[in-house]
């Protein structure tokens, strides 16, 4: 793998001419929508290099262990980790190492339904990286009877034709929004409880889904067993059919917190197949401009996690977008990672990268207005992959797949291979 940063005054035609490949794949491994650059550009191009491995290593490792389990060899580690002390090795510390094994994940990417565009084009060229689809269609009544808002049977059919396994998302949402009140008075009712399960249930086996995504958020903290509860249900249902649980990140429990308080991940990590860390939007709309997913906030979700659900079925959010935030009003608008990187571009703007948070970013200024955008790029979202490799965790999730980000699907065929 090659990521080249462009600098002042470089060329499309100079990095191709220099990295051995025609530029038109340059272009389009990278969503380019031209062929000018700014500084600061992050380009992804394939190539055959091998990919280190990121490892941590463990109470009781050794670099004869360590090396068998990846296929290589002590001095290869040895020499991709100068200063390494091979009778004295630290738990937790990071090494690299040159592997012929690709990483193996569990990945779910997001949708809401459509009968086309992006979200079929990515499909009919990624389906191979998906393990599963999470439609986003469906929310309940405050009597707990489930419903689809919109056509989802289009987009079932589009998984079963390019291998990926559908899953039918639900959320509390009403009105346009997340809704605590809502989650609330059903999970405080044996009987609602039950009218969202049998609904479910009802459409999981009417429309062929391959099982349930739950993205219940804002849970109130006095409901938390009772979700758990609920889970618990709705997996007996399900039986061998996967229930997936999306869960909002935090770095320690509190209980009653009014955001956070209402995911148990101990009680969730034990009943569910598959749970999803939501580490995404730490910097939000209308908030401050800040990193979508910085690394280090990733890294201590996950560590925290970890202590209560287990790695073999822990997922990490990564997100396809960014936010371009208009300064000092905060107005906020999304747009894909491809289009953030286009848009800096248009706007001739350099783009900066934060080491800490592993994430870019620029300023541009339009209509007497000043903008600053926080988005991904290949550096940011190998780094996570990177992470999610250390801490072997099972997969990451994408929010969403409409949103197009061409270099980590690059990345994937290159580095990943995906259980199915």
Not at 64 to 75: D, E, L, V
Request: proline letters at 5%.
């Amino acid at each position: 793998m090659t990521i080249v940063i462009v600098k002042k005054g470089d060329s499309l035609w100079e990095i191709a001419k220099m990295n051995k490949v025609d530029p038109s794949r340059i272009v389009a491994v990278n969503g380019l929508e031209s062929t000018s650059l700014v500084p600061g550009l992050a380009l992804y191009i394939p190539d055959d290099k091998v990919v280190n491995r990121t490892y941590l290593i463990k109470n009781g490792d050794t670099l004869s262990k360590i090396a068998r389990r990846f296929g290589t060899s002590i001095a290869a580690i040895m020499k991709a980790n100068p200063g390494l002390v091979a009778s004295s090795l630290k738990v937790d510390t990071e090494i690299l190492i040159q592997s012929p094994y690709k990483n193996q994940l569990i990945t779910l990417g997001f949708a809401f339904p459509t009968s086309g565009g992006v979200v079929f084009k990515t499909l009919e060229e990624n389906g191979d990286k998906l393990s599963y689809l999470a439609i986003v269609a469906y929310s309940f009544t405050k009597e707990g009877y489930a419903f689809v808002d919109g056509d989802d049977l289009p987009l079932i059919a589009k998984c079963e034709q390019t291998g990926v396994t559908p899953l039918l998302m639900i959320r509390n949402f009403r009105d346009g929004d997340f809704d605590a009140d809502l989650a609330g008075e059903v999970l405080a009712s044996s009987i609602y409880r039950g009218n969202l399960i049998k609904s479910m249930l009802n459409f999981v086996r009417e429309k062929g889904y391959g099982g349930v995504s739950m993205d219940i958020e804002f849970i109130p903290p006095a409901r938390r067993s009772d979700y758990v509860l609920f889970l618990k249900e709705l997996k007996e249902g399900l039986n061998e059919l996967i229930l997936h649980v999306n869960v909002h990140a935090k770095t320690s429990d509190n209980p009653d917190n009014r955001i956070v308080g209402g995911h148990d991940y101990r009680g969730i990590g034990e009943v569910a197949d598959l749970v999803a860390v939501m580490t995404i939007d730490f910097g939000y709309p209308t908030g401050p401009p800040e990193p979508i997913s910085p690394l280090w906030w990733m890294v201590e979700v996950i560590r925290y996690a970890l202590t209560n659900i287990p790695a073999y079925k822990l997922q990490s959010a990564f997100p396809m977008y960014g936010y371009d935030w208009i300064v000092p009003s905060n107005d906020t608008k999304a747009l894909s990672a491809q289009n953030a990187q286009n848009l800096a571009i248009a706007t001739g703007s350099e783009i900066s990268f934060d080491t800490s948070a592993a994430s870019p970013t620029y300023s541009y200024r339009k209509e007497n207005l000043d903008h600053v955008v926080w988005f991904e790029d290949i550096r940011s979202i190998s780094a996570k992959y990177e992470v999610i490799d250390a801490y072997e965790l099972i997969g990451a999730t994408y929010w969403q797949i409409g949103l197009e980000f061409p270099q980590n699907w690059a990345y994937m065929e290159q580095n990943i291979i995906i259980i199915k």
